[in-house]
């Protein structure tokens, strides 16, 4: 789609002048009457992502073969039928943004104007509304779904639709979700991640084995139970805390996340997370993954202080890669000698230019909107393997929406024993693929679902 904008030039208008070429692959269903039909706009993060994971991974027609952790496929890998694709429920238009897949500026055009939150955000924007009226869509079902930065993006275009073009969504879906960056960023001066990771490293230690004799979900709520008490209390306090009290508290963090209490101790009680993947479990000569801690490798380096290469990453991305360049030419005829970008560094730097001095931050455009639609719903999937967004970070975000308390009503929340693409565990796949097509249902009309499922809460 070849995306325009007006210009004025010294007080003149000019008319539309062509910006980007931005690729998108779209599903319709024939047939189907477009006042009813929902239609699901779908993309991934990065920056830098492909819409490539959501596509070939959970909603499309096909999926890809990659096994899981302990059956993996091996090269060169394989695409199924996807019995359980979100066609059967919605049309789905997978977005592109520039940059990522084929999508690139005009020629002359600037890439950078669209690499950063607000370029970015107003090109998907432009691109959602102007498929909707060529398409004649307007009156249809709408919703956005979005993955890690992708719900960032997400959050922002349903504040941006909203104001910018008087567009109400049904409903937004958010897969790893990241709506402040403070809640993850490790920085200097900031404990939040540190709180906010501590269940998911609590959740990975079990995983691996660290935890025996006691259930996910009680490991789970003892972790958050000391984070969002003790644990933050005392990292509040600095060096006020004495030397007793901070070996003490080392061992109970040590405790809760599989490591040794004295490299906690020495570690001022704060394990950055690459430290945690890269020591979790040395003694074994493995890494765990960060975004999806299932995974392991042997880390080259055994002295290594942080992890510096992913065990998930190219487990995930191999075969991803491979289904998308033979299924947009040889299945869908689509032909391009582009290289399709699947998750690429041509987008840094990134700006974040409005956020200068500050975290960035989408929540409070997804608390706009649901201010001025009360009907909006939001569908939230954590992986509580998943140590890129942390599902207690999202969750307190979530908590902190300037909303209504009756909207909360409006949020859903699906946990999943994953990572941070939940759908490459096969069970959480199917589940992850009922649970959308619920939460669809709900947001046009239909019997409401649980507001949670796939946690146990402790009393």
């Known amino acids: 789609m070849v995306i325009s904008e007006e210009v004025i030039s010294e007080g003149t208008f000019k008319g539309r002048m062509p910006t980007a070429e931005v690729f998108v692959t779209a599903y319709t269903a024939d047939g189907a009457d477009p006042l009813t039909r929902p239609v699901v706009f779908a993309f991934n993060g990065g920056p830098g992502s492909s819409s490539v994971w959501l596509h070939l991974g959970l909603f499309g027609p096909r999926r890809v073969d990659s096994g899981d952790v302990d059956n993996r496929t091996p090269p060169p890998y394989g695409l199924l039928d996807n019995a359980e694709s ?26 950078a104007d669209f690499h950063g939150f607000s370029g970015d955000r107003d090109l998907v924007g432009e691109t959602i509304r102007l498929w909707l009226t060529r398409n004649e869509r307007w009156l249809s079902p709408k919703f956005l779904a979005g993955e890690s930065y992708g719900t960032t993006r997400a959050a922002a275009l349903a504040g941006y639709l909203a104001t910018r073009h008087g567009m109400a969504m049904n409903g937004i879906i958010l897969i790893s979700a ?26 990975i230690a079990h995983y691996h084995g660290k935890h025996e004799g006691r259930t996910l979900h009680e490991v789970v709520a003892d972790a958050e139970a000391f984070a969002e008490g003790e644990y933050a209390h005392a990292l509040s306090r600095g060096t006020r805390l004495s030397r007793d009290e901070r070996r003490a508290l080392a061992t109970r963090v ?80 689509y032909e391009s000698d582009f290289t399709y970008e699947i998750l690429t560094d041509r987008v840094q730097p990134w700006s974040y230019k409005e956020f200068e001095n500050r975290y960035v931050v989408s929540a409070d455009a997804l608390s706009s909107a649901m201010r001025m639609n009360p009907d909006l719903k939001v569908y939230v999937a954590f992986g509580y393997y998943d140590a890129a967004t942390p599902f207690a970070a999202a969750e ?21 024993e994953a990572g941070h693409m939940m759908y490459l565990h096969e069970p959480s796949r199917v589940r992850q693929s009922a649970d959308i097509a619920e939460f669809i249902r709900w947001a046009t009309g239909g019997e409401a679902p649980a507001l949670e499922a796939g946690r146990e809460r402790q009393p």
């Open 396 to 416: 307190y975000v979530l908590a902190h929406l300037r909303i209504p308390d009756a909207a909360h009503g409006n949020i859903v929340r699906r946990y999943y």
């Open 86 to 111: 979100l066609l059967a429920h919605a049309d789905i238009v997978f977005i592109d943004p520039i940059t990522t897949g084929y999508s690139r500026a005009v020629v002359g055009g600037a890439p």
């Open 254 to 333: 040590a405790d809760l996340i599989g490591l040794d209490a004295d490299y906690v101790f020495r570690s001022n009680l704060r394990i950055e997370h690459k430290h945690f993947f890269a020591e979790l479990l040395r003694d074994r000569e493995l890494m765990a993954g960060r975004l999806d801690a299932r995974f392991t490798a042997h880390p080259g380096d055994l002295e290594l202080a942080e992890q510096d290469q992913d065990p998930a990453h190219f487990v995930i991305f191999f075969p991803y890669t491979a289904a998308v360049n033979h299924y947009l030419r040889a299945e869908l005829k």
């Open 178 to 203: 990241v709506l402040d960056f403070g809640s993850i960023r490790f920085y200097e001066g900031n404990d939040a991640p540190y709180v906010n990771f501590l269940p998911t490293y609590a959740a």
